[in-house]
């Protein structure tokens, strides 16, 4: 089993930036690929970001390219992602994922293990 657990969530003003973190216990992350998602109220919980195991390799929804950056620090069992730039229309309740398969997942149903979130509300 693994548990991961984010943090770095909070209140920002539209403009603003954020770096969100998701570490892990229980497994180590450096096999698997991760991903971000985020799930806004009433709304389909949806594809942010991905990385692959050794982060060579990065892909990102249309809605926050070039303006989010996801990262990795195996040593530290650590996944990062940086929020710049933010808009009212990124609140949401964010995710990290572990992907066992290392499929460049965007589904959610690709995913194996899931943290409990963490809230970003942006103001206008």
């Known amino acids: 089993q693994v548990q991961l657990v984010e943090s770095g969530g909070g209140l920002v003003q539209a403009g603003g930036s954020l770096r969100l973190s998701c570490t892990a216990s229980?497994?180590?992350?450096?096999?698997?690929?991760m991903g971000w998602f985020r799930q806004a109220p009433g709304k389909e919980r949806e594809f942010v970001a991905g990385?692959?195991?050794?982060?060579?390799?990065?892909y990102y929804a249309d809605s926050v390219k070039g303006r989010f950056t996801i990262s990795r620090d195996n040593a530290k069992n650590t996944v990062y992602l940086q929020m710049n730039s933010l808009k009212p229309e990124d609140t949401a309740l964010y995710y990290c994922?572990?992907?066992?398969?290392?499929?460049?997942?965007?589904?959610?149903?690709?995913?194996?293990?899931w943290g409990q979130g963490t809230q970003v509300t942006v103001s206008s």
């Open positions: 994922a572990l992907d066992l398969i290392g499929r460049r997942a965007v589904n959610k149903g690709e995913y194996d293990f």
């Open positions: 229980g497994r180590t992350l450096s096999r698997y690929a």
């Open positions: 990385i692959s195991w050794s982060g060579g390799s990065t």
